[in-house]
């Protein structure tokens, strides 16, 4: 499809309603999608605690892309591209691994943890080893949590620290840990996987388990008494009763959206696990349970669920028109123990059941949109959130490929 086709269908999107088959289909609109959206964008790579020593690294892969997140000598962390500067190759090829020296494999190119080249053999005199370096993209820290992002140019991180920091505060993140993290691999364009995310509408039929104990599954809870209730037990508790928006058209610039959403939890659930009890050490400085959970979200693809105990981190990204990774991390106290202080399998109990069946509902959703006979319906109001998202992503669709294209450039940035 021409960018000017594209532009154009969506210009005509009719507002509150499903998009038009081609959002999903069509081979030029995925490229413009990782153009316009992917390369622009505030994304979560992982968590600091993953890379605790000089020369940890593991791999951030989508699409075609694949970055290297390796802490450096000093103790820093660098976002590097796995793009050999000799004739391209992979360089890292295990999901992670620790080295002093980052060596590929093909012809022994060997750069060091700032991307450096360090040795090249039987390259001639005129060679010059210091001029050549991997390419380096953005990196930025938010309370332990590793973001990186793809633009030359990309919109300023600080708002987003700033807008969240008393609100993650609590928490402590830059002290937890990883206990679990696992990618679940979807059979469908990215865009459907975001806007199942995005609504709770599907959550009555589809997730029983989640419906159990989250009041943002029954309409009216939040803003009810119980949803006041929570919000003035938070600061005995140690948590923050502030409340941030600023996401999709309402961000501070493109790609670094920012939100933080606590409502209540229902039926004496106090945590997000099987029975509502909680599953692990309360975090950070939180010093009770306000019966309360979080929505989190930074960039318009990475999603958090707070709660006391613990935190779980959603990703979605495109590994291909047709596949997306949902990549989740379970994050715990950095020094609750497994075993003694939590049980893994009863941690990611909850969010592992509730992702099996979001991954069904989406392959099925993904399959009817393909279909020939498919036509775009209407949203109800628990998909307003949807469509906030929606109009956005329209909005990216609508500038013209080219225009203040992103290009993927040594950046002088790395987090600290
Ligand atoms: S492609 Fe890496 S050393 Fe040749
Ligand atoms: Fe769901």
Not at 19 to 35: C, G, V
């Amino acid at each position: 499809m021409k960018d000017q086709d594209i532009i154009e269908l969506a210009r005509k999107q009719q507002p509150m309603h499903a998009l038009s088959q081609a959002f999903y289909r069509d081979p030029d609109i995925y490229e413009k999608d990782i153009e316009r959206i992917f390369m622009r964008s505030w994304l979560y790579a992982g968590h600091q605690s993953e890379i605790p020593n000089p020369g940890d690294w593991f791999l951030f892969e989508m699409a075609e892309e694949s970055v290297i997140i390796v802490r450096t000598t000093e103790g820093g962390i660098n976002a590097l591209l796995n793009v050999c500067r000799h004739r391209g190759s992979r360089i890292c090829v295990e999901q992670s691994g620790c080295s002093k020296r980052l060596t590929c494999r093909y012809h022994g190119w060997t750069y060091d943890l700032e991307g450096q080249l360090k040795a090249a053999a039987h390259m001639d005199e005129s060679f010059d080893k210091s001029e050549i370096a991997l390419k380096r993209i953005h990196a930025e820290l938010l309370d332990g949590m590793i973001f990186i992002n793809f633009a030359r140019e990309p919109a300023s991180f600080d708002p987003v620290r700033d807008g969240l920091t008393s609100c993650l505060r609590p928490y402590r993140l830059e002290n937890a840990r990883v206990a679990y993290r696992q990618s679940y691999p979807i059979k469908s364009n990215w865009k459907l996987a975001v806007e199942n995310y995005s609504e709770c509408y599907h959550c009555g039929p589809a997730h029983p388990e989640y419906s159990k104990g989250h009041g943002i599954a029954v309409p009216g809870v939040r803003s009810g008494e119980i949803g006041r209730q929570v919000l003035a037990r938070a600061e005995a508790c140690g948590l923050s009763d502030q409340m941030v928006n600023c996401m999709y058209l309402q961000s501070p610039g493109f790609g670094a959206d920012f939100s933080y959403d606590r409502y209540p939890l229902v039926r004496g659930h106090i945590s997000g696990s099987e029975d509502g009890s909680p599953v692990a050490p309360l975090m950070g400085d939180i010093r009770d349970y306000d019966g309360g959970a979080t929505d989190l979200q930074v960039g318009p693809v990475t999603f958090g669920l707070m709660y006391c105990d613990h935190v779980v981190i959603y990703r979605f990204t495109p590994l291909g028109k047709d596949t997306t990774d949902c990549d989740i991390t379970w994050l715990v106290n950095g020094d609750a123990v497994e075993g003694k202080d939590y049980d893994r399998d009863k941690l990611i109990w909850l969010w592992d059941v509730t992702t099996e069946a979001d991954k069904l509902i989406i392959e099925r959703n993904a399959a009817g949109v393909n279909s020939r006979f498919y036509q775009p319906g209407p949203f109800s109001s628990m998909e307003r959130y949807t469509w906030d998202f929606l109009e956005w992503y329209l909005e990216a669709m609508k500038q013209p490929m080219g225009e203040d294209k992103p290009a993927v450039w040594p950046a002088a940035v790395s987090a600290n």
